[in-house]
């Protein structure tokens, strides 16, 4: 088992920044690439974001590349979404996820991951 929790989410105001954390406990965190994903009301989950299991590589989606970025500290079992420049279209729940061991590196589905924390709340107004 993997436990997450996700925080840093809240209110701020277009153009600003924020940068969320994920804690992971249970079993050896380094095993594991990890995702974000985010989920607007009314909309279905989409994934933003991957990282390696040492933090080698990383994946966007299109519409956060060059404003997000993922990273992770193995030594602290967390990984972190770094996101500047948000939009009013980035508000959304944004959840961190462990992926699946048999799954390869690189993939946004989601179906791919099987741990998931609780998400955190990201609203930004315009």
């Known amino acids: 088992q993997v436990q997450l929790v996700e925080s840093g989410g809240g209110l701020v105001q277009a153009g600003d920044s924020l940068r969320l954390s994920c804690a992971a406990s249970?079993?050896?965190?380094?095993?594991?690439?990890m995702g974000w994903f985010r989920q607007a009301p009314g909309k279905e989950r989409e994934f933003v974001a991957a990282v390696s299991r040492v933090g080698g590589r990383t994946i966007y989606a299109d519409s956060v590349k060059g404003r997000f970025t993922v990273s992770r500290d193995n030594g602290k079992n967390t990984v972190y979404l770094q996101m500047n420049s948000l939009k009013p279209e980035d508000t959304a729940v944004y959840y961190c996820?462990?992926?699946?061991?048999?799954?390869?590196w690189g993939t946004g589905d989601a179906l791919a991951y099987d741990y998931w924390g609780q998400g955190t709340q990201v609203t930004v107004s315009s």
């Open positions: 996820a462990v992926q699946k061991l048999a799954s390869g």
């Open positions: 249970g079993r050896a965190f380094s095993s594991y690439h």
